[in-house]
């Protein structure tokens, strides 16, 4: 008690002095404060509980009103003096001052608590009234500190707890303010206060608008940039939004979310979006699909950030855990059960125990523990690279996404329009997931997927580079991990482009994995014909496959002109029947289950196509029209009226059994049923969905239909119900042309990837056959693209062809002609496809077939150059330079006999060059392949025994006629290089060397390319060429003009001209055919001597050489004119001494 007394005197100084309104002197006011607060302070520190107890009594008589009218002083010094004594007073007394001091007096005007959260709101200005923003803090911090203490000390009694909240209505109007406060240290320590309060239990309607603007405010501060703020924010938001009325700012609440998963976030921030998301699903009863869904794919998104594994981890917990607890809510689960598996297995015929297949299925799906080979690769690169572990899918949560499935990929659409030019790298990961979980129900969204891969595609940098074929082939067969490594030196990528295609390359092959291959590959076809109507593109498919060839031309131009100028088409097209119908039977029409691309039909399949070809060459430029939707249901059959109506009625008849039994083929193709499935769950789904949201509709106006009025509640309605549009309308504002056929020819090659590793996984291995006629289909696509025009694309058509060899295995012996005809043509562009990989699925095809490989290239040969004529356009180089590589591939794969058995169209073709006036890039090439062709010393030389003299001849010296421009001379240099191989590979009959009147004509030829100064590597090809015949000419004068001719070159300033003419002479003394007269002697040997001393020592050198031979035919004359001839050059001097000592 003394020290209490002593105290409570020696304060009483200081409370006059601070309760004296005339002083105003602020050092005054603060010494007091100051003093009351060292007092105090030793106070406590000598105290016992019961003097404690004593001092509050003496608080709230003496210090309490006081400190109240401070707390409200204009000095801010002042202000926070008062919060210090409290804290300090907090601190020392405990419960003491919940109990004894602060609640003790409840009037708003007498309560301390009241006054400070008075201070922190506005005024009439809309200013908050304190504004000293440390005080601010200081005031929250003393609010949080005794509502921490209140709430700890007191939780099992709520009638103490009642006290706090008596102004729970003032603190929270408070707090709204606050939260719109730019102090972020004081947002936070708000938002802390506001989680501590609890409000969940305090729900009454007079706080309703409070609880809105808090909402408000809060969302309005996520924008903050450090994460604590941001995860005290998301606490907060986690409870106010539970509350009934803000359940119409859900949605609103999403979005910022979302926006939120765009900025650099924390493990922390995420892990309390997705303890929010978790919270609103499984407490917020009337959640509908499309809520669920938004919720869902947040969670989506925090799983494709870069993130902590453990975070992930946490993201698909949670998914679980709200799969498990809706499923355990559902009453009508089992019912629910049996409409998805009705969907799943509608495509199978499932006996009796179709829900324990289902389920012993689904359970195996994912369990990566018993897989093996490219199955164990496959899923463990998923995990790797979307950095996210599904070792197993429970059913709860297979039937959850079933269930918000259409509403979900609604959401991830909407998402990747708002993304149209950011990166959008993590809706791969979301796409994955969102396959993963829903597993083969969500094929109804295979177009919408390869549509967005497409536009990713697009804008991959690294799309045309030379590795992307390799990589792409790779990822699905080799560990991601292993990859990794090796990205910069095995295909000059970096790890950020790596990543980026891997995501791509293995969300086409989930989609081949997880989907009906039919419906994967039907899709693809739409894209490259640009056509969506899946009848129209059956249709040209089984034209295709018709081996009535007249029929086939007849619909393909109806289909191509569209009703423009029918009477003139289909007069001209009956005229052709009525001549071929002399030798075709109509009435034997093909069976037609079978296909044009099976070996027996493959002469039909390459007769249609040398057909095509001549066509296009000889096609007129049509402009068509539009046709209106109406229009296009019977665009196909349009003109087929005339036709049976025409005179010819048997024509007539067989085409309408043709168009019936297509009409036929049709409806039993497996194509039309899965697009008859499609449209008829999506119209369940939307139907179900709206039956739904008007049961919710006619409930929440019964509620709320006292008060509110008609006007309120379309309002609400319009919040509430987020309207999903069905995707056709999406497709209406977001037309694609797909131009990029090389990307359509990735996406087909990894989908077949995907079916590959589900036909070969350990689960699958018994149950899927690739239907013939998806091979097919397959194979009409190729055809359809393996065109010159895409020849970039070739590497992913070799991608394809690999993974479909590798999928129907025994089935290749069918189909090894198309097999070998698309490889053949695979391999035109070396720059493209690797030969080494073509050979490799050559010899699997052997294997398979039990063929060899060189009978298929001879079958090839055989119809490509009975056809070369109508195959290759002279007036296209691209055409021309495709069809040209073909034939090269062929002639250095085919045997010697059918070489030469077929020598003849070979020559025609050649004759076919000459005769007609071809632009000089085709000439060009023309003679670049003949060059390779007489260079290849394998399966040639009877050829050329037989043929070479009239290559020579006819073909290559007409070519080389003198005419002016640069491409001339191109032109003529490259047929001086085929005559220069002709004579150095020994390919013609000697008997050419006598043929006097070809030699003479040859070497006019080559003697007017050597005076062309202008083209001075002619003249060197012109003069080796002439070195090497006249070796072999046997008749003296044509040697002896030759012999004239180069000693005149030798005074030519080139030295390389001098050089060669030198061994062209050199080569002339060589031959023994070689006569020369003492005239003739005098006249050369005085010119090689005065030309040996060249500046030169190589042209020294050679004619050294020369004379060696010449003193052996005429020694005197050969003394004499050595002896008169003198040298200046040293080398010269030397050559002429070793001429001497011989002699």
């Known amino acids: 008690m003394k020290i209490y007394d002593s105290l409570h005197k020696t304060i009483n100084d200081h409370l006059h002095i601070l309760n004296d309104r005339k002083v105003l002197d602020r050092e005054k006011k603060m010494n007091s404060l100051n003093n009351i607060y060292d007092m105090i302070s030793n106070f406590f520190n000598s105290s016992n509980n019961e003097e404690k107890e004593n001092f509050c009594t003496f608080f709230l008589e003496n210090l309490y009103d006081p400190l109240n009218i401070l707390i409200n002083d204009e000095f801010d010094e002042c202000r926070i003096f008062v919060l210090k004594i409290y804290f300090l007073i907090e601190k020392n007394l405990n419960n003491l001052l919940l109990d004894n001091i602060l609640f003790k007096k409840l009037k708003n005007e007498d309560n301390f608590v009241f006054i400070c959260t008075s201070r922190l709101k506005e005024d009439e200005n809309n200013k908050i009234i304190e504004e000293k923003e440390d005080i601010r803090l200081k005031i929250v911090q003393f609010l949080y500190t005794i509502l921490s203490r209140h709430k700890n000390m007191y939780q099992q009694s709520p009638t103490i707890i009642l006290n706090i909240f008596i102004y729970l209505e003032h603190i929270l109007s408070a707090l709204s303010i606050l939260l719109k406060d730019p102090y972020p240290l004081l947002k936070k320590q708000t938002c ?57 700012s859900l949605h609103n609440v999403i979005e910022c979310f979302k926006k939120l998963c765009k900025t650099n976030i924390s493990n922390n921030v995420i892990l309390e979006m997705i303890n929010c998301i978790e919270m609103w699903i499984l407490n917020i009863k009337d959640l509908n699909n499309v809520e669920k869904a938004k919720l869902i794919f947040i969670i989506f998104l925090c799983m494709n950030l870069k993130i902590v594994p453990c975070t992930i981890k946490r993201c698909y917990d949670v998914i679980e855990n709200i799969c498990n607890d809706l499923y355990k809510q559902n009453t009508n689960n089992r019912d629910h059960l049996k409409n998805n598996e009705h969907i799943l297995y509608t495509f199978k015929n499932c006996g009796k125990n179709e829900k324990n297949n289902y389920e012993e299925e689904y359970n195996n799906l994912l369990n990566i523990e018993k897989m093996e080979d490219i199955y164990d690769i496959f899923f463990k690169n998923i995990n790797y690279i979307f950095t996210f572990s599904l070792n197993k899918i429970s059913n709860s949560v297979h039937n959850f996404f079933c269930e918000i499935k259409k509403e979900l990929y609604y959401e991830i659409i909407s998402y990747e329009k708002s993304c149209l030019f950011d990166s959008n790298e993590e809706l791969f990961g ?199 939707d109406k229009e296009k249901k019977h665009e196909f059959y349009s003109n087929d009226h005339l036709l049976l109506h025409n005179k010819n009625n048997d024509i007539g008849n067989n085409t309408n059994i043709i168009i019936n039994k297509i009409d036929e083929r049709k409806l039993n193709s497996i194509f039309f049923q899965y697009n008859n499935v499609e449209d008829k769950n999506i119209k369940q789904t ?16 019964d509620e709320k239909n006292i008060k509110l009025n008609d006007e309120k509640n379309i309002k609400l309605n319009d919040e509430k119900n987020i309207i999903c549009y069905p995707l056709n309308e999406y497709d209406k504002n977001t037309s694609i042309i797909y131009q990029n056929k090389k990307i359509l020819l990735i996406i087909l090659s990894q989908i077949l990837g995907g079916y590959y590793v589900k036909k070969y996984s350990q689960n699958n291995k018994k149950e899927h056959v690739f239907n013939e006629e998806c091979i097919n289909f397959v194979f009409y696509l190729i055809h359809e693209n393996i065109i010159y025009e895409n020849n970039d694309s070739y590497p992913y058509i070799l991608i394809t062809l690999k993974h479909v060899i590798h999928i129907i295995e025994k089935e290749c012996k069918k189909y090894t002609n198309i097999l070998f005809h698309f490889l053949i043509i695979l391999q035109t562009n070396p720059n493209f496809c690797s030969h080494s990989q073509i050979n490799n699925l050559m010899e699997e095809i052997e294997k398979y077939g039990e063929t060899k490989k060189i009978y298929f290239y001879n079958y090839e040969y055989y119809y ?120 150095i590979n020994n390919v013609l009959h000697v008997d050419i060397f006598k043929n006097n009147i070809l030699i003479q004509n040859l070497i006019c030829v080559l003697k007017s390319q050597i005076d062309d100064t202008w083209n001075h590597e002619n003249r060197e090809i012109s003069i080796y060429i002439c070195s090497y015949i006249v070796k072999y000419v046997t008749n003296n004068n044509i040697i002896l003009d030759l012999l004239d001719y180069l000693i005149k070159l030798l005074d030519d300033s080139n030295i390389s001209i001098r050089i060669c003419t030198t061994t062209g002479i050199h080569s002339i003394f060589q031959n023994k055919n070689l006569v020369l007269s003492k005239e003739k002697c005098e006249h050369i040997f005085p010119l090689l001597f005065l030309h040996m001393d060249d500046d030169y020592e190589d042209v020294s050198k050679n004619i050294f050489y020369i004379l060696k031979i010449a003193k052996g035919i005429d020694k005197d004359i050969f003394i004499k004119h050595a002896k008169n001839s003198s040298e200046c050059s040293h080398h010269a001097k030397s050559y002429k001494n070793l001429l001497m000592n011989e002699v």
């Open 192 to 248: 802390q206060l506001l989680y501590e309060l609890n409000i969940q239990k305090e729900t009454k309607e007079e706080y309703n608008k409070i609880y809105k603007d808090i909402l408000t405010n809060l969302l309005g501060s996520l924008h903050v940039r450090k994460n604590d703020t941001r995860e005290a924010i998301i606490k907060c938001l986690k409870i106010i939004t539970c509350l009934k009325t803000n359940r119409n």
């Open 686 to 701: 939307d139907e179900k969905n709206i039956k739904q949201t008007d049961e919710k509709n006619i409930k929440l106006n």
């Open 864 to 983: 490509f150059i009975k056809n070369i004529n109508n195959i290759i356009n002279l007036n296209d180089f691209d055409n021309f330079k495709y069809h040209i590589d073909i034939l090269n591939i062929l002639l250095c794969n085919i045997s010697n006999d059918i070489l030469n058995k077929y020598s003849k169209e070979l020559m025609n073709f050649f004759y076919l060059i000459i005769n007609k006036e071809l632009n000089s890039l085709i000439k060009l090439e023309f003679l670049l392949f003949l060059n390779l062709f007489i260079s290849r010393k394998k399966n040639v030389s009877t050829f050329f025994f037989k043929n070479g003299k009239d290559i020579l001849k006819n073909i290559l010296l007409p070519l080389c006629t003198w005419k002016t421009g640069l491409s001339e001379a191109q032109t003529r240099k490259s047929v001086l290089f085929c005559i220069r191989e002709l004579f």
């Open 430 to 628: 979301i796409i994955t997931l969102f396959l993963l979980l829903t597993h083969k129900n969500s094929f109804y969204f295979i177009k919408h997927i390869l549509s967005f891969i497409y536009k990713s595609y697009i804008s991959f940098k690294y799309l045309n580079y030379p590795s992307t074929p390799l990589l792409i082939d790779d990822l699905l067969f080799v560990l991601h991990e292993n990859i990794k490594n090796q990205h910069e030196q095995n295909y000059s990528y970096q790890y950020e482009s790596f990543l980026y295609l891997s995501k791509q390359v293995y969300v086409i092959l989930i989609c081949g994995y997880l989907m009906p291959i039919e419906l994967c590959i039907m899709e693809i076809a739409k894209m490259i014909f640009d056509e969506n109507d899946v009848e129209r593109i059956l249709t040209k498919f089984y034209l295709f496959n018709d081996k009535n060839e007249n029929y086939k031309e007849f619909s393909s131009n109806i289909i191509e002109t569209k009703n423009y100028y029918i009477e003139e088409m289909n007069e001209k097209f009956v005229q052709e029947k009525k001549i071929n119908n002399k030798h075709n039977n109509y009435n034997n029409i093909n069976n037609n289950n079978e296909y044009i691309f099976l070996n027996k039909n493959f002469q039909t399949y390459l007769q249609k196509c040398y057909n095509d070809l001549r066509k296009q060459a000889n096609q007129p430029f049509i402009i068509e029209r539009p046709c209106s």
